[in-house]
């Protein structure tokens, strides 16, 4: 009996801690801001300058003749000869099993 009776008051001191807790809730009204409030808060945004086009030469013709004329210098060749072709090697390895 104690232990039902101690039930049934745990029960109700929720509910009205609940009870209270949502009338709390309902009752609460929150302030209204100003429409400058936000004045000194944020920064001002300030875009940057545009930024400028490359200068680009319309004649490119005397360049272009520059390189073509321009004379490459001579490859040097490794000191490795090719003794056999790809399709000799693979033959080779296929006989030699």
Known sequence: ?????????????????????????????????????????????????????????VDISSELAAYETEELPPLEKENTLVTESIEQKLFAKEETP
């Open 1 to 57: 009996m104690a232990i039902q009776l101690l039930f049934q008051l745990i029960i109700i001191k929720i509910d009205i801690i609940r009870d209270l807790y949502i009338n709390e809730l309902n009752s609460y009204k929150p302030t209204q801001a100003e429409a400058s409030s936000e004045v000194g808060q944020v920064k001002e945004l300030k875009l940057p300058a545009a930024p400028k086009p490359p200068i680009v030469d």
